[in-house]
């Protein structure tokens, strides 16, 4: 486990901080960035038009990026824009869609999350997470009408037919591996879900209306997202970004003391604890926008985890991560992450294999 945090790190989070607030000072740290280095880490982290977005304010500053370093950058950050109006765009569709065929639904994640950002335009765009009103049963049924040979799991069936890009329907918005911890959450889930198919929003441009989650959902949903992702194949700084600006909206005194207790419910309060401690770390987060105390040791092995894998894990390199890897080596690679993990975060750790032989027969039912 790393025990400090490198300077040329340090460098790169004091100038995120900046990224991510358009009234701070410009930090020290720019004076010591190499550009092209920190290109290669934002690409790794899927942070590339987030850093940029402060690049942009350093007009006249001294060390600046080469003129090469600025029209690579560009290149990225000109696709990100684009993918994003075009996602904006499928979201909207789908929403509208979805409603014509009589089912409510919210897009989880994704552009949701992109509207918090100082530019909505900023953070880099993935798949489409729709959660549809309905129970797996009927939502399958309706997707395999369309589009028959789609995949389904316990959460989610992939929709192939929304053309290019990737469309997750969700009628479960997440899960835990603890199966009791799970049913809290499924709980959760149903007790929420009329705000949450309820909350619209206005897309930039005239481009339409999506329903998103709200903070106080998302500040839990959120949650059993990067701990479902820390599992089963590793998470980026690009969800903690996601994070800390969902923390940022604000909560009330009461409202951290209900979170605290579904966290705790849920079996996600070891993952809030670590997550805070490296949103402290990283983008500073203060005290008053925690909704619970830091656990430093955890949050080490998380911020660990984030540094050696980047977005999803895609980029860990160590021996049992091969991302790519199908059938008997991925649940191999599971069985070692697992091992990995089980001291720190023992009820997750020990849980997946259960809950691997449960999704199993869940899907030869379904």
């Known amino acids: 486990?790393?025990?400090?945090?490198?300077?040329?790190?340090?460098?790169?989070?004091?100038?995120?901080?900046?990224?991510?607030?358009?009234?701070?000072?410009?930090?020290?740290?720019?004076?010591?960035?190499?550009?092209?280095?920190?290109?290669?880490?934002?690409?790794?982290?899927?942070?590339?038009?987030?850093?940029?977005?402060?690049?942009?304010?350093?007009?006249?500053?001294?060390?600046?990026?080469?003129?090469d370093d600025v029209l690579e950058w560009f290149g990225h950050v000109n696709d990100i824009r684009e993918r994003n109006k075009f996602v904006y765009e499928r979201s909207a569709w789908v929403v509208k869609n979805f409603a014509t065929e009589g089912f409510r639904s919210c897009i989880l994640k994704g552009q949701g999350n992109a509207l918090l950002y100082p530019d909505i335009m900023m953070r880099?765009?993935?798949d489409i997470d729709v959660w549809v009103d309905g129970t797996p049963r009927q939502v399958i049924a309706y997707i395999r009408k369309l589009s028959p040979k789609d995949k389904v799991c316990y959460h989610h069936i992939d929709f192939s037919r929304v053309k290019k890009v990737p469309v997750e329907v969700h009628y479960r918005p997440s899960f835990m591996n603890n199966l009791v911890a799970n049913a809290?959450?499924?709980?959760?889930?149903?007790?929420?879900?009329?705000?949450?198919f309820t909350n619209r929003v206005s897309l930039p441009d005239g481009m339409g209306e999506i329903c998103v989650p709200t903070p106080a959902f998302n500040r839990i949903y959120q949650m059993s997202h990067i701990s479902n992702h820390f599992f089963h194949e590793g998470i980026g700084l690009r969800q903690l970004v996601d994070y800390y600006l969902v923390l940022?909206?604000?909560f009330t005194a009461d409202e951290k003391r209900n979170d605290e207790?579904?966290?705790?419910?849920?079996?996600?309060?070891?993952?809030?604890?670590?997550?805070?401690?490296?949103?402290?770390?990283?983008?500073?987060?203060?005290?008053?926008?925690?909704?619970?105390?830091?656990?430093?040791?955890?949050?080490?092995k998380l911020l660990d985890e984030i540094l050696a894998g980047g977005n999803f894990g895609k980029y860990d390199e160590r021996?049992?991560?091969?991302?790519?890897?199908?059938?008997v080596q991925k649940n191999i690679q599971r069985i070692y992450r697992d091992l990995r993990m089980a001291m720190l975060f023992p009820s997750e750790s020990l849980w997946e294999p259960v809950f691997r032989l449960y999704h199993y027969f869940w899907r030869l039912a379904h």
């Open 248 to 250: 940022m909206q604000g």
């Open 1 to 67: 486990m790393t025990n400090n945090i490198s300077e040329i790190l340090k460098d790169y989070f004091l100038f995120l901080r900046f990224c991510l607030d358009d009234t701070a000072d410009i930090p020290a740290s720019v004076d010591r960035i190499v550009w092209h280095d920190l290109l290669e880490f934002a690409k790794r982290q899927s942070l590339t038009s987030v850093f940029f977005h402060g690049m942009e304010r350093l007009v006249g500053h001294e060390n600046k990026p080469t003129d």
């Open 184 to 196: 809290r959450l499924q709980r959760f889930f149903k007790d929420e879900a009329d705000r949450q």
């Open 319 to 327: 021996i049992g991560n091969n991302v790519n890897a199908g059938g």
């Open 124 to 126: 880099m765009s993935g």
């Open 261 to 300: 207790r579904l966290l705790r419910q849920c079996g996600l309060l070891k993952m809030a604890r670590a997550v805070m401690y490296v949103l402290h770390e990283v983008l500073g987060l203060d005290e008053q926008h925690m909704i619970v105390s830091v656990d430093k040791k955890r949050g080490k």
